[in-house]
Each structure stands twice: as C-alpha cells, then as structure tokens.
T-cell receptor, first 119, second 114 residues
C-alpha cells in the first residue's frame, strides 16, 4: 500500500531564512510525487510535481524539491521564506499503475506540515 | 482561482439529517474527486467520477453517496449525519483519470454537525 509520512507537524522559521519540509513515501512502483500548499480558507494548490527525469524539480513561488529514491524522500525546499509562505504543506504520492481492483491509482496525501513564518 | 466551484461554503445541520454538497469542475475536466479533511484523519480520498462513471472508491461510508451528472457537475450526498462527519469536504477535478496529473481543488464546503 502506498503511504506518505511528513514527520514535522509544525515548523517555525524566520522570514528570510531557508526552509526544508520533509516527506517520505512508500510506493511499490515508480512514484509520482507532488507538493501541495493550502492557505487558510483555501483549497490545495499544486506547488510542484515529479514524474521522472531530473531529480531536482522547480515549482512555483520559488520552491524546489529533490527526489531521492534511495531514501524514499521528496523534501521541499526554499532558500528564503516570505511571510506569505505561511500555510500548510502536503506531500502526496501517486502513480500510473492500477490498484488490485483495476481502478486508477489515487493520490495519497501526508498529514501535512503547518509552516509559521516569524517577522 | 482554481476554476473549481463548491457550494455551499458553510453548512450547519443536526445529527440524523441529510445534506448535499455540490461541485462544478474546471472547464474541460472530466474527472471529479471528493476528499474529506478532518483534524484526526487528515485528507482522505472518498470517491472519483470520470465522465459520469464511478472510477475509484476510497474511504467513503455507506451513508455517503455521490454522482456526476451529464454536465459534469457532481454532488456528494451525506445522510444520517453524525457528529464525526463534521469536516471540510473538498472537490477536485482533473483532465485525466488517475494520479498522474495535477488536481485542481475547490475551496471546500465546511460541514458542522451539531
């Protein structure tokens, strides 16, 4: 079964500091990996995704993530955090294979990391 | 703005009642997904429809049902409501069927069961 672990429930950083949010996944086939962001009162918005190729992927708002197959990780990074980055961040895993019942694979989301940015 | 519209934004009802949540997908998207977000369970996949047909089922209770209409909008029906059903219900849409592409989320419908 596929699963995603985000070990940090809450992270606090100062504005201008660097950020790394951790994500570990479990998936039997080649994973498709995603990071979504949820601002208060909003739905989830895709930051970036990894399907194949270059293991360092760039996303919107200055975010990037690195896929490390050996560590089953897909950590999200940003070199300098802005106050507007305060939000909840979700890592998700999916794939192009089918489930045992023949259904299309669905995304499995982690439990999220709440980011607080101090002025 | 993701292009996905959900109504109502907020809903307060009593235990035992039935409610219907509505979702209009992004223009051109054929897949609609329903997710439940609660503090204790996180973001849980409920069900997916593609072009009017059910494609995948997740942790959806038997008291819950959904459908996708010919105009591609979808409704999630929640019946015999319990206190534990209080949650934020998200609809998402995508062009394809599975988890290979981006999901576009609506702003959610917050259900409070008293």
């Amino acid at each position: 079964a596929q699963s995603v672990t985000q070990p940090d429930i809450h992270i606090t950083v100062s504005e201008g500091a660097s950020l790394e949010l951790r994500c570990n996944y479990s998936y039997g086939a080649t994973p498709y990996l995603f990071w979504y962001v949820q601002s208060p009162g909003q739905g989830l918005q895709l930051l970036l995704k990894y399907f194949s190729g270059d293991t360092l992927v760039q996303g919107i708002k200055g975010f990037e993530a690195e896929f490390k197959r050996s560590q089953s990780s897909f950590n999200l990074r940003k070199p300098s955090v802005h106050w507007s980055d305060a939000a909840e961040y979700f890592c998700a895993v999916g794939g192009s294979d089918r489930t045992s019942s023949g259904s299309a694979r669905q995304l499995t989301f982690g439990s999220g990391t709440q980011l607080t940015v101090l002025p | 703005d993701s292009g996905v519209t959900q109504t109502p934004k907020h809903l307060i009802t009593a235990t035992g009642q039935r409610v219907t949540l509505r979702c209009s997908p992004r223009s051109g998207d054929l897949s609609v997904y329903w997710y439940q977000q609660s503090l204790d369970q996180g973001l849980q996949f409920l069900i997916q429809y593609y072009n009017g047909e059910e494609r995948a089922k997740g942790n959806i209770l038997e008291r819950f049902s959904a459908q996708q209409f010919p105009d591609l909008h979808s409704e999630l029906n929640l019946s015999s409501l319990e206190l534990g059903d209080s949650a934020l219900y998200f609809c998402a849409s995508s062009a394809g069927q599975g988890s290979t592409g981006e999901l576009f989320f609506g702003e959610g419908s917050r259900l409070t069961v008293l």
